[in-house]
C-alpha cells in the first residue's frame, strides 16, 4: 500500500483498500495480533470484561447458596417495596444501566446527517435489530422451548432488548468502525424508550397469545420509563457535565475507568438477590434453566453470521464505498447482541424477582459475552481470508487492459 493512499481512521486503524480487515499502526503489532489471533482479542479486553462471565457464575452460585442456607439474608436484600420491586433491587436495577448510558457518545448525533454512507448503515441496523432480531429470537424461543411458557416469554423480552453497551467494546475488538457503532447505539438507545413496550405487547400477547399470560402495556411502559429512562437521563447529564468540566481526556482516562465497573457490581449484585430468591426454584428446576442456553446460544450464532454474510455479500455487489469488513463487523454485532439488563430490569419489574421470566433474562449476559467474545475473533479470522470488494479487481483488471491496449496501438504506430 502507497503511503499516499494510507487512510487511518479515528482508532489508528490502517484501513484496507480493498474494503477488508484494517491494520494496527504497528506492523509487528499486527503480525502477532495475526498470529494470535484468539489470544489477542481476549487480552483486548479489560480485566473485568475478560472475566464477566465467570463473575456472572460465582454470582448466581452466590444467590443459591443465600438463598438455601441463608434464607433471612435473602428476605432482607428484599425488603422495602417500589411498584412491586424491592428497594435493594430497584437500585441495582437502574445503576446497572448508568454507566453504560453515560459511554454512549451523544455528541456524534449530528453526525448521522452527515453522509449517505452512514443513512444506508443505519436503514440496515434497524431492519436487522428492530424485524429481523426480534422475530429471530420469538421463532428460536418458540421451536426450542414450546412447553416452558414462562422461560420463553424472559427469552423473548431479551431478544426485543436491542444492544447499547457492549457492542462498543465487541467492534473495538474486532476494529469495525467506530463512528458508525457510536450512532446505531445511540439511535437504539432512544429507539428502546418508544418501542421496546408496544413491541412487548404485541410478541407477548399478540404473536404468542400465551394462555394465562396477558401483558399489560402501562406496566412495561412504567417500568422501561424508571429502568431506562432514569438511568438514560443521568447517563446523559454525566456525561456532558464530566466533558464540559473537566474535558474529554480526563473523561476517558480518570472518570470512566473508575465509574464504569459500578455497572458490572450492580449486574452482579441484581443476579446474587434474583438468584438467593429462587434458590430452591432454580434447584428444583435445573433442565428448564439450562434448556434456557439453547435459543441464545442459536440467537447470537445465527443473528451475528447472517448480518456477517449478508454485508460481505453487498460488499462484494456493490463494492467497499458503502459496505466493506468494518460495515460488517458494526452491523454483525449491534444486530447480534442484546441489551440484556434492560431485559432483566422489565422482567423484575413486570413478573417479579421470583419469576421464571427474569431467571430466564439472567442467563442471557452469561451466555452472551463468551459467544461474542469467540465471535470477535472469527470475524478477524474470516475477514482476512474473504474479498470484499470484488468491483476493485474488475476496475483494475480494466485499467490493466487499457493501458496494455494504449502500449500495443504506440507500438503500432511506431512500427508504421
Given at each position: 500500500?502507497?503511503?499516499?493512499?494510507?487512510?487511518?481512521?479515528?482508532?489508528?486503524?490502517?484501513?484496507?483498500?480493498?474494503?477488508?480487515?484494517?491494520?494496527?499502526?504497528?506492523?509487528?503489532?499486527?503480525?502477532?495480533?495475526?498470529?494470535?489471533?484468539?489470544?489477542?482479542?481476549?487480552?483486548?479486553?479489560?480485566?473485568?470484561?475478560?472475566?464477566?462471565?465467570?463473575?456472572?457464575?460465582?454470582?448466581?452460585?452466590?444467590?443459591?447458596?443465600?438463598?438455601?442456607?441463608?434464607?433471612?439474608?435473602?428476605?432482607?436484600?428484599?425488603?422495602?417495596?417500589?411498584?412491586?420491586?424491592s428497594?435493594?433491587?430497584?437500585?441495582?436495577?437502574?445503576?446497572?444501566?448508568?454507566?453504560?448510558?453515560?459511554?454512549?457518545?451523544?455528541?456524534?448525533?449530528?453526525?448521522?446527517?452527515?453522509?449517505?454512507?452512514?443513512?444506508?448503515?443505519?436503514?440496515?441496523?434497524?431492519?436487522?435489530?428492530?424485524?429481523v432480531?426480534?422475530?429471530?429470537?420469538?421463532?428460536?424461543?418458540?421451536?426450542?422451548?414450546?412447553?416452558?411458557?414462562?422461560?420463553?416469554?424472559?427469552?423473548i423480552?431479551?431478544?426485543?432488548?436491542?444492544?447499547i453497551?457492549?457492542?462498543?467494546?465487541?467492534?473495538?475488538?474486532?476494529?469495525?468502525?467506530?463512528?458508525?457503532?457510536?450512532?446505531?447505539?445511540?439511535?437504539?438507545?432512544?429507539?428502546?424508550?418508544?418501542?421496546?413496550?408496544?413491541?412487548?405487547?404485541?410478541?407477548?400477547?399478540?404473536?404468542?397469545?400465551?394462555?394465562?399470560?396477558?401483558?399489560?402495556?402501562?406496566?412495561?411502559?412504567?417500568?422501561?420509563?424508571?429502568?431506562?429512562?432514569?438511568p438514560l437521563?443521568a447517563?446523559?447529564?454525566?456525561?456532558?457535565?464530566?466533558?464540559?468540566?473537566?474535558?474529554?481526556?480526563?473523561?476517558?482516562?480518570?472518570?470512566?475507568?473508575?465509574f464504569?465497573?459500578?455497572?458490572?457490581?450492580?449486574?452482579?449484585?441484581?443476579?446474587?438477590?434474583?438468584?438467593?430468591?429462587?434458590?430452591?426454584?432454580?434447584?428444583?428446576?435445573?433442565?428448564?434453566?439450562?434448556?434456557?442456553?439453547?435459543?441464545?446460544?442459536?440467537?447470537?450464532?445465527?443473528?451475528?453470521?447472517?448480518?456477517?454474510?449478508?454485508?460481505?455479500?453487498?460488499?462484494?455487489?456493490?463494492?467497499?464505498?458503502?459496505?466493506?469488513?468494518?460495515?460488517?463487523?458494526?452491523?454483525?454485532?449491534?444486530?447480534?447482541?442484546?441489551?440484556?439488563?434492560?431485559?432483566?430490569?422489565?422482567?423484575?419489574?413486570?413478573?417479579?424477582?421470583?419469576?421464571?421470566?427474569?431467571?430466564?433474562a439472567?442467563?442471557?449476559?452469561?451466555?452472551?459475552?463468551?459467544?461474542?467474545?469467540?465471535?470477535?475473533?472469527?470475524?478477524?479470522?474470516?475477514?482476512?481470508?474473504?474479498?470484499?470488494?470484488?468491483g476493485?479487481?474488475?476496475?483494475?483488471?480494466?485499467?490493466?487492459?487499457?493501458?496494455?491496449?494504449?502500449?500495443?496501438?504506440?507500438?503500432?504506430?511506431?512500427?508504421?
Open positions: 500500500m502507497d503511503g499516499a493512499d494510507t487512510q487511518t481512521d479515528e482508532d489508528g486503524l490502517i484501513l484496507d483498500s480493498h474494503g477488508g480487515v484494517p491494520k494496527l499502526r504497528s506492523a509487528l503489532q499486527d503480525a502477532r495480533d495475526s498470529t494470535g489471533a484468539a489470544k489477542g482479542v481476549l487480552l483486548s479486553l479489560g480485566w473485568l470484561d475478560r472475566l464477566l462471565s465467570l463473575f456472572i457464575i460465582v454470582a448466581m452460585i452466590l444467590g443459591v447458596v443465600i438463598g438455601e442456607f441463608a434464607p433471612n439474608a435473602a428476605e432482607n436484600l428484599s425488603k422495602g417495596n417500589f411498584r412491586g420491586v428497594a435493594p433491587l430497584v437500585v441495582g436495577l437502574i445503576v446497572m444501566m448508568w454507566p453504560i448510558l453515560t459511554k454512549v457518545q451523544y455528541e456524534r448525533l449530528p453526525q448521522m446527517f452527515a453522509t449517505k454512507r452512514l443513512w444506508y448503515q443505519l436503514a440496515m441496523s434497524l431492519v436487522l435489530n428492530w424485524v432480531g426480534p422475530f429471530l429470537m420469538l421463532g428460536l424461543a418458540w421451536a426450542t422451548l414450546p412447553d416452558l411458557d414462562d422461560y420463553r416469554v424472559g427469552v423480552m431479551v431478544g426485543l432488548a436491542r444492544c453497551a457492549m457492542v462498543m467494546i465487541w467492534n473495538k475488538i474486532a476494529r469495525g468502525d467506530s463512528n458508525t457503532c457510536a450512532i446505531i447505539v445511540i439511535v437504539n438507545s432512544i429507539l428502546q424508550i418508544v418501542l421496546y413496550a408496544p413491541f412487548a405487547v404485541l410478541f407477548i400477547n399478540v404473536i404468542s397469545k400465551d394462555d394465562g399470560l396477558n401483558l399489560e402495556y402501562s406496566d412495561v411502559a412504567i417500568a422501561v420509563a424508571i429502568y431506562l429512562g432514569i437521563a447517563g446523559v447529564v454525566t456525561r456532558f457535565f464530566v466533558l464540559g468540566v473537566f474535558g474529554r481526556e480526563f473523561f476517558h482516562r480518570k472518570f470512566l475507568p473508575f464504569a465497573p459500578l455497572s458490572l457490581i450492580a449486574l452482579l449484585y441484581t443476579i446474587i438477590i434474583i438468584f438467593a430468591e429462587q434458590a430452591q426454584h432454580i434447584l428444583d428446576n435445573l433442565g428448564p434453566v439450562f434448556r434456557t442456553f439453547v435459543p441464545l446460544v442459536l440467537y447470537f450464532a445465527l443473528m451475528w453470521t447472517g448480518s456477517f454474510v449478508l454485508i460481505w455479500w453487498l460488499s462484494v455487489r456493490y463494492g467497499k464505498t458503502e459496505w466493506g469488513y468494518q460495515m460488517a463487523v458494526v452491523q454483525a454485532f449491534t444486530a447480534g447482541s442484546n441489551n440484556f439488563e434492560l431485559a432483566i430490569a422489565v422482567c423484575v419489574a413486570v413478573f417479579g424477582v421470583g419469576s421464571d421470566q427474569a431467571l430466564a439472567t442467563i442471557g449476559p452469561l451466555v452472551e459475552v463468551p459467544v461474542l467474545l469467540v465471535l470477535s475473533w472469527v470475524a478477524m479470522f474470516v475477514g482476512k481470508r474473504l474479498k470484499w470488494d470484488k476493485l479487481e474488475s476496475r483494475q483488471k480494466e485499467s490493466k487492459e487499457k493501458r496494455e491496449g494504449d502500449v500495443s496501438a504506440d507500438v503500432e504506430k511506431q512500427n508504421n
